[in-house]
């Protein structure tokens, strides 16, 4: 029996050392594709000059950041008149959400939101926990098609002039909302951005520099919290994504 055990012993180390082996001769290349892209540290082209540099320095010794907090709109159905409102589980969802972000107790500066029906309710309804946060609608969160999704799905087709036209405004609302604190900024900044699950996952793979086809790949659910952080360095990093830990089971839908 001690031999048989001794005999394992040996063959499993032998087996080990292999694996160490052909792992550093190979690499991992059978388990990972190498990237050969790099962060981008001045994606927003904040840093124009040594003098912009010795600013933004400033600001990361400071440690002033800009949180970002998307909010998916509620669950919603179509009215008589055709227009996507809020259900009744979609009204509670926003309530909801409100008394989340109300009880993380954030300096909120302002609750941005898309015109489409759905998102401009749950705006309102949030709003309702957060009175005096200032309200601001915006065409450029409307819901689109940010971008032609890969791999593709055979449900969803959009024609390629939708592509052309939502894809640019997608790309300028991620331009005008998502950028590192200014040099004057002293205080970390927080702001709400009621609108859509396409516009959300494209900011996100914006945000960290991933694919921006690569935004169907995941899914979000109504009234999601997805936040957002941007470092004064122009680093960015997701604490959330798509968290849908306030609200019950039985209020958590996606469709």
């Known amino acids: 029996i001690m031999a048989k055990?001794?005999?394992?012993?040996?063959?499993?180390?032998?087996?080990?050392?292999?694996?160490?082996f052909w792992t550093q001769r190979n690499g991992f290349k059978a388990h990972t594709r190498p990237s050969t892209a790099k962060w981008d540290s001045n994606w927003d082209h904040r840093v124009e000059s040594k003098e912009n540099e010795k600013e933004g320095a400033e600001n990361v010794k400071r440690g002033t950041s800009r949180h970002i907090l998307l909010i998916r709109h509620g669950n919603y159905e179509r009215n008589a008149a055709g227009e996507k409102v809020l259900t009744t589980a979609g009204r509670w969802q926003a309530a909801l959400t409100g008394q989340r972000l109300r009880h993380l107790n954030h300096p909120y500066s302002v609750i941005y939101h898309s015109t489409m029906p759905r998102a401009v309710e749950t705006a309102d309804l949030i709003h309702g926990t957060l009175p005096d946060t200032p309200l601001v609608s915006c065409d450029l969160?409307?819901?689109?098609?940010?971008?032609?999704?890969?791999?593709?799905?055979?449900?969803?087709?959009?024609?390629?002039?939708?592509?052309?036209?939502?894809?640019?405004?997608?790309?300028?609302?991620?331009?005008?909302?998502?950028?590192?604190?200014?040099?004057?900024?002293?205080?970390?900044?927080?702001?709400?951005?009621?609108?859509?699950?396409?516009?959300?996952?494209?900011?996100?793979?914006?945000?960290?520099?991933?694919?921006?086809?690569?935004?169907?790949?995941?899914n979000i659910g109504h009234c999601s919290v997805t936040a957002v952080t941007i470092r004064p360095n122009g680093d960015v990093s997701v604490s959330a994504l798509g968290n849908t830990g306030h609200l019950p089971p039985d209020l958590v839908t996606f469709y």
């Open 5 to 20: 055990f001794a005999l394992r012993v040996i063959l499993a180390g032998a087996g080990a050392a292999c694996a160490v």
């Open 141 to 218: 969160l409307r819901e689109g098609a940010p971008a032609i999704p890969d791999p593709p799905v055979s449900h969803w087709t959009p024609k390629p002039h939708e592509f052309f036209s939502d894809g640019a405004r997608i790309e300028a609302a991620f331009r005008k909302y998502f950028y590192r604190s200014p040099p004057e900024q002293m205080h970390d900044s927080f702001e709400i951005i009621v609108c859509h699950a396409n516009v959300i996952r494209y900011f996100v793979c914006r945000a960290l520099q991933l694919p921006p086809e690569a935004w169907l790949r995941f």
